[in-house]
Nanobody
Framework: QAQLVESGGGLVQAGGSLRLSCAASGRPISYYYMGWFRQAPGKEREFVACVSRGGTNRYYADSVKGRFTISRDSAKDTMYLEMNSLKPEDTAVYYC???????????????WGQGTQVTVSS
């Protein structure tokens, strides 16, 4: 089973950019479909983006489409989330997760990282 560690969060002004990383250990990420989720205070965890095992198929929440890009590097066992044109409403704890099939439902995902805080100031 994989273990996941996110990094790259921080404080950024609106319109800025951040790149999140999700480093996996214990089992190669090539076994898994992978996704990013986020949770803002007082809100439920929501889907952000997901990517197929080969990296060919990618899906995004409407709220981030055109601004965020998900990618994966199997050689480094790492997944990324490039976030551009950030908005205050993107403020949340961001989590990476792995699953045995592709989807937007967080219940589909088996293993989660501990999360990394992203704060976007206006």
């Amino acid at each position: 089973q994989a273990q996941l560690v996110e990094s790259g969060g921080g404080l950024v002004q609106a319109g800025g950019s951040l790149r999140l990383s999700c480093a996996a250990s214990g089992r190669p990420i090539s076994y898994y479909y992978m996704g990013w989720f986020r949770q803002a205070p007082g809100k439920e965890r929501e889907f952000v983006a997901c990517v197929s095992r080969g990296g060919t198929n990618r899906y995004y929440a409407d709220s981030v489409k055109g601004r965020f890009t998900i990618s994966r590097d199997s050689a480094k066992d790492t997944m990324y989330l490039e976030m551009n044109s950030l908005k205050p409403e993107d403020t949340a704890v961001y989590y990476c997760a792995v699953a045995q099939s592709l989807g937007t439902d967080p219940n589909r995902y088996d293993v989660w990282g501990q999360g990394t805080q992203v704060t976007v100031s206006s």
